[in-house]
């Protein structure tokens, strides 16, 4: 029986492709730096803000120094206007409701900047729908380690048979493992089926319906 639901944010309840994409190209002009294409971004993402930046440097070919300003500025600019281009992907606030009404705790795990993603869940989510955010946060390790999986199953007094852990890309796939739960691809997010199924996903879904059903039967 499933008692928790851990979900990736980025890609899989939230699509933000357009919003990083914005705000990493307007860090980039800050700096003299031309930008990149949106669809690029969807490969870059997914490891925290920090790797973002330093894979859209080494993109760019620029002098690796920049990180230094670039990171802290991007984070900046994007958490003073996190919703920009931001909305929930079709389905995700219907499916977040009947994996509650079926008793189902749900969190949500991002590599995301703690504060940002927090703020995002709550925009979004009405209160009920989601039970806790947690987001990049210091002395934490970033996902695919389970370090952060842990906690939360800890906090719901769940075991891990108990949990399903939803993501969109390899390395929420990744971290499923790691933490030893069963994994669940999305096909609506920023990775294709072939990462996902390379990496391992225990089922690939292209509905978040499907979800609702993976919580009743398991």
């Given at each position: 029986m499933i008692k928790l639901c851990i979900f990736d944010m980025d890609g899989t309840l939230v699509n933000t492709i357009d919003t990083i994409a914005h705000f990493g190209n307007t860090a980039l002009k800050k700096f003299g730096l031309d930008a990149i294409p949106?669809?690029?971004?969807?490969?870059?993402?997914?490891?925290?803000?920090?790797?973002?930046i330093q894979r859209m440097l080494k993109k760019l070919g620029a002098d690796e120094g920049l990180q230094k300003s670039v990171h802290p500025y991007y984070v900046d600019i994007y958490d003073k206007d996190f919703m920009y281009l931001t909305a929930p992907y079709d389905g995700i606030t219907d499916m977040l409701g009947k994996v509650k009404e079926n008793g189902v705790n749900t969190a949500i795990l991002s590599n995301k900047d703690d504060s940002t993603a927090k703020k995002v869940s709550d925009e979004l989510f009405e209160k009920g729908l989601v039970d806790l955010c947690l987001g990049a946060r210091p002395g934490v390790a970033l996902k695919p380690d389970p370090q952060a999986v842990f906690e939360?199953?800890?906090?719901?007094?769940?075991?891990?048979?108990?949990?399903?852990?939803?993501?969109?890309?390899?390395?929420?796939?990744?971290?499923?493992?790691?933490?030893?739960?069963?994994?669940?691809?999305?096909?609506?997010?920023f990775r294709d089926e072939e990462e996902l199924r390379t990496a391992g996903a225990d089922v690939i879904i292209s509905d978040p319906a499907e979800i609702v059903e993976i919580v009743k039967n398991r």
């Open positions: 949106t669809d690029d971004y969807k490969l870059m993402v997914g490891n925290g803000s920090d790797v973002l939360i199953i800890e906090k719901f007094g769940a075991s891990k048979d108990e949990c399903l852990y939803i993501g969109d890309t390899a390395t929420d796939i990744k971290t499923a493992k790691n933490a030893g739960l069963y994994s669940v691809g999305v096909l609506w997010g």
